[in-house]
């Protein structure tokens, strides 16, 4: 499979953006508040992804999961060095360990994303009309 890299820079870059307002808005919230937006963030960058790439479910799945891991990587980069400024490095270390288990939960509602973002995007096309008689 040949990857879409504008399909996934711009998932990428979307799953960037959400995380980082998202870190401005919900600083202190509830746990499961944070959860859902930290999955509705993985879906949108992926279903960005998805809908670039078109083509099958597959094609759009994986090339979401892979733009909201990189989106997800750039941020636990982020946080870690800040951290490390901040907090010392013991707890640098311990947000850098989470976050490296948390890749693998990144990348499924991206792909899930990616999934639906390439099922819109074929739905969305107009049928190929064939044996039509004039």
Known sequence: ?????TAVVTGFVMTLVLGFISGLVYVGSEASVVLLYWGGIGLLGGLTA???????????AVHGAVATVFGSLVLLA????T????????ASF???VLG???LAFYAIPGAVG???????KHRRAAPEQVGART
């Open 83 to 90: 951290t490390l400024l901040f907090g010392g490095l013991v």
């Open 1 to 5: 499979m040949n990857m879409n890299w």
């Open 78 to 81: 982020i946080a870690t060095f």
């Open 50 to 60: 998805g809908y670039i790439v078109g083509g099958r479910v597959s094609t759009g």
């Open 114 to 120: 990616g999934a639906l973002g390439s099922w819109a």
């Open 100 to 102: 490296i288990l948390m």
């Open 94 to 96: 311990s947000v850098l």
